[in-house]
């Protein structure tokens, strides 16, 4: 009769173990910014790996000069959900300081910087897939 409680304390203690690393395994995954985004303009923005660090590349534009324009590559992570790289701003052909920093799953922040982040320009972009 005692041995009944003790399996279920036991079963208790494992799940309670185990609800950390579910719980930081889903945290890590929905950190990742790799995806496509859609930018204030309405491009469609794809993040991937890029020299080892983030890239963004245009997949969709009403431009389609712009589709498949590498817009920042080798962007180095800076903190905690941030990089930090060029970017390339293709309706002016001008390259600024970029910071992107990830909100949340579906969220993400991008800053074009110039004099040195004294002044800045942000968007929030929305995750599409």
Known sequence: MLLKPLIKISA?????????LVLSANRSEAASPMGVWKSNTGR???????KGGLGMRIVK????KHVGRVIMC???KTGANKWRGSLLNVDDGKT??????LKGANSLQLEGCVLGGLICKKQVWP???
């Open 96 to 101: 600024y300081t970029g910071i992107a920093t």
């Open 12 to 20: 208790l203690f494992a799940v309670a173990a185990l609800l950390p």
């Open 74 to 76: 080798g962007a180095k």
């Open 127 to 129: 995750r599409i897939k």
């Open 44 to 50: 469609h923005i794809q993040i991937f790996s890029c």
């Open 61 to 64: 534009s009403s431009n389609p």
